[in-house]
């Protein structure tokens, strides 16, 4: 009898009693301040583990725990302790207070470089550093290519506009954090993924379905948190060489700085453009030229778990210049004129942001949060000029404590603050015929305060963990909206974490950045009526089961998600072979996620992954069910990772199988613009060998190894300033294979200096 993988995987889910058992505690110093960051490890073993931003900790128990008392070693900055475990069924506070040396103890993390954390009460996908080092991971949108929840999707393929889906959904529903803090939004939003260097990160979280109601109201089906290396985590010395097969070039230096009370992180990035490519004959590039320089700098003061004053700040700035278009487009005579079609996107982002925070005792703190963002744009979509300036800032007071018996409830509450100014202008150059009706300049102003409480209640030495959340804000030109969110995960025993979430949404629209099809094509827009704000429910549930065999760790996951939407927004495409129509959908709008993923490691030597997600996005139209296009119903993931002993050697490999996709609706186009209604299926196969030398890591690897490409993805190419033209349309890859080189070098870490 043969087993699918989604049976294999349920039966394993709720069958297996090969069980794994962790224990599980926290870390605090010797006046009870949690130590997050802390690593813990069984004495004479290579098991070990971290702990979280409270302290808090799960370890895999040794094979033997015949022998005891067990000895648990931790370890914090200059601390070193070790602790006698008898009871292994219970939570254990290790109170840290010796200064112990431990030379029988080899101290190693053995989380893989992707899990589902243990300590989280919503189900948090965790991307270290060891799973960044497994693929290019040029930047952000490059980072999830050995994951199976976000999808990466090319939204206009001639600038490389690249968006994160969760759930099948636009990136827009999902709330991109960097620090805890939304900085990617409206106009920084169309290529603020590409901006972010995969070699500047320390950790990425990404949640799915209803969240934490504290950094907002959107976030409708997931978030995705960001967090960049800092002076007291990262080495002293870093720097990261990149070069394609395409002639693209990536560097990253950083230098890091980490005193007694002071931190410093210093990153500069730098990409510079390829040749020129058009492996398909049909005139147009392959791959955008792109040009990006890059500062961020961030200092932090003290840890935000010392009682007193903690803080941080930091600044970030990108340069950023996009050419794509014909080979021959000359963007300094070119622009605006009907010489040759090409597409220019040029602008310039300052951002600030910082946290402080006081902590009055083990208990109560009040913190600060505030971000300010900028864009200055100016671009060029064939004869379409669109020119765009963006101010945000937001502000965040939040106080938080614990209270109850034993301390044991969290209540965190405050009110929030968003300012948000858009001005843009649309116009065409005097060569345009299609007499397109849409110039004129555009101005959105809001001004959102924002009320929030959000209480984590613990029952039964956190078997059960409940988190309950309610937000109000009020928009300038909307009114109020109430924002009700709750999350509760169950843990039958240590191996088996089972979680539900349900909760509200709701989002403005912001057209253009978000939309950029709507420029780049040459349909009219009919403005059907004026957009009011996006609103959905989201609902999930979530099973994680981890065990083993023999030294081999496991963990299987099944969870769904079911998004519906009470009003929503989306250019209809299909009434109109010349218009893209803008309206409010208030009928049914339906998204069904269901993803099935098992993983498997023998210690650090072999790691492999599987996943396989079904996703039913779709509306109600007319009376009759429409899927939503570019979407595949069907996708499996397989990565695999093999380390030599020492861990010299690192050979890395990941294949995407994706289903067909529908496409929009071509039939009442001419002959020559019609395209079928589904595309093929296929597949991407990546690969990467990885060998670390004393302060070098050299890595080569090969992207799209079968070279599968979407053969002329532009539709209507031969004329592209006439009616019916769309670089928009593809659904698959197209700039093919490409090989990569590159180095990280880093200087070992010095002590803390006074």
């Not at 080092?133 to 040029?138: E, L, S």
């Not at 340069?319 to 080979?327: A, K, S, T, V």
């Not at 099973?543 to 769904?560: E, H, N, P, S």
Request: aromatic share 12%; charged share 20%.
């Amino acid at each position: 009898m043969k087993l699918s993988l989604p049976a294999l995987l349920l039966i394993v889910l709720f069958t297996s009693n090969l069980d794994a058992q962790y224990l599980f505690g926290q870390v605090t110093d010797a006046q009870e301040t949690p130590l997050p960051g802390a690593v813990v490890a069984w004495a004479g073993t290579t098991i070990g583990a971290r702990t979280d931003d409270k302290g808090e900790f799960a370890i895999p128990l040794p094979q033997d725990t015949t022998q005891k008392p067990l000895r648990l070693a931790a370890i914090f900055g200059a601390l070193r302790d070790t602790f006698l475990i008898e009871d292994l069924t219970s939570y254990w506070t290790l109170a840290m207070s010796a200064n112990v040396t431990l030379q029988e103890v080899t101290v190693r993390d053995e989380v893989t470089g992707a899990y589902i954390s243990v300590l989280q009460p919503v189900k948090t996908e965790i991307i270290n550093r060891a799973e960044l080092r497994k693929a290019a991971c040029c930047d952000l949108a490059g980072c999830f290519e050995t994951q199976s929840t976000v999808q990466p999707t090319t939204t206009n393929i001639l600038t490389n506009a690249r968006e994160l889906r969760i759930l099948g959904l636009s990136g827009v529903y999902n709330q991109v954090l960097v620090d805890g803090l939304p900085t990617i939004q409206g106009l920084t939003y169309t290529y603020g993924t590409g901006t972010i260097p995969g070699s500047m990160l320390e950790n990425i979280w990404v949640v799915k379905g209803a969240n934490s109601v504290l950094q907002g109201y959107e976030g409708m089906v997931g978030q995705i948190t960001v967090f960049p290396r800092e002076g007291g985590i990262a080495e002293p010395v870093t720097a990261d060489v990149l070069v394609n097969s395409f002639g693209e070039k990536h560097l990253n230096v950083a230098w890091a700085a980490n005193k007694t009370r002071w931190t410093n992180y210093l990153a500069l990035h730098t990409s510079q453009p390829g040749g020129k490519w058009d492996r398909d004959d049909d005139t147009f590039l392959d791959l955008p030229r792109l040009t990006r320089y890059s500062v961020y700098n961030k200092w932090r003061y003290r840890k935000e778990n010392e009682n007193g004053l903690s803080a941080f700040i930091g600044a970030r700035y990108v340069d950023e210049q996009r050419i794509g278009g014909q080979g021959n487009f000359d963007p300094e005579k070119d622009e605006g004129t009907t010489n040759a079609y090409g597409q220019t996107v040029r602008f310039r982002q300052p951002e600030i942001f910082g946290k402080t925070g006081w902590r009055f005792n083990a208990d109560n703190k009040i913190s600060l949060l505030a971000s300010f963002v900028a864009q200055d744009q100016n671009s060029w979509f064939g004869l379409t000029r669109y020119d765009a300036d963006q101010r945000h800032a937001y502000v965040n007071v939040q106080y938080e404590f614990f209270w109850g018996k034993n301390k044991a409830q969290e209540l965190k509450t405050g009110i929030s603050f968003r300012h948000f100014i858009l001005n843009e202008s649309v116009g065409f150059a005097a060569a345009d015929t299609l007499g397109r009706s849409f110039a004129g300049t555009y101005r959105r102003e809001e001004n959102i305060p924002g009320v929030f409480a959000e209480n984590t209640f613990h029952f039964k030495n956190d078997r059960w963990v409940w988190i309950a959340g309610l937000r109000a804000d009020r928009h300038n030109a909307f009114g109020w909206y109430v924002t009700p969110r709750t999350m509760l995960r169950f843990n039958p025993s240590p191996n088996l974490d089972l979680r539900a979430s349900v909760g509200a949404g709701w989002r403005t629209v912001n057209l253009f950045p978000e939309n950029i099809a709507l420029l780049v094509g040459s349909r009219d827009i009919v403005f059907a009526e004026s957009l009011r704000p996006e609103r959905a429910w989201n609902a999930g549930i979530n099973v994680t089961r981890r065990f083993a065999i023999g030294k081999m760790r496991l963990t299987a996951t099944a969870d769904f998600y079911h998004t519906r939407f009470q009003n929503q927004f989306f250019p209809d495409y299909d009434a109109d072979p010349t218009k893209a129509i803008i309206a409010n959908f208030g009928g049914k709008s339906i998204s069904n996620g269901v993803q099935l993923e098992g993983s498997a490691a023998w210690g650090r030597r072999l790691e492999l992954r599987t996943a396989y997600n079904f996703l039913d996005v779709f509306r109600h139209q007319d009376g009759r069910k429409v899927s939503l296009p570019f979407n595949p119903r069907h996708k499996i993931l397989g990565v695999a990772t093999f380390r030599t002993p020492g861990e010299r050697w690192q050979f890395d490999a990941n294949l995407h199988w994706y289903g067909r996709q529908r496409l929009p609706d071509t039939s009442r186009n001419p002959e020559n613009l019609r395209r079928p209604d589904h595309s093929k299926a296929y597949s991407v196969v990546g690969a990467q060998v990885r060998r670390a030398l004393r302060r070098f890591d050299v890595f080569a690897g090969c992207e799209n190894v079968f070279d599968f490409r979407q053969l002329q993805p532009i539709l209507g190419w031969e004329q592209p300033f006439a009616r019916g033209f769309d670089p928009s349309f593809a659904w698959g890859p197209t700039r093919g294979r490409e090989f990569y080189i590159g180095f990280n070098f880093k200087l070992e870490k010095r002590n803390v200096e006074n």
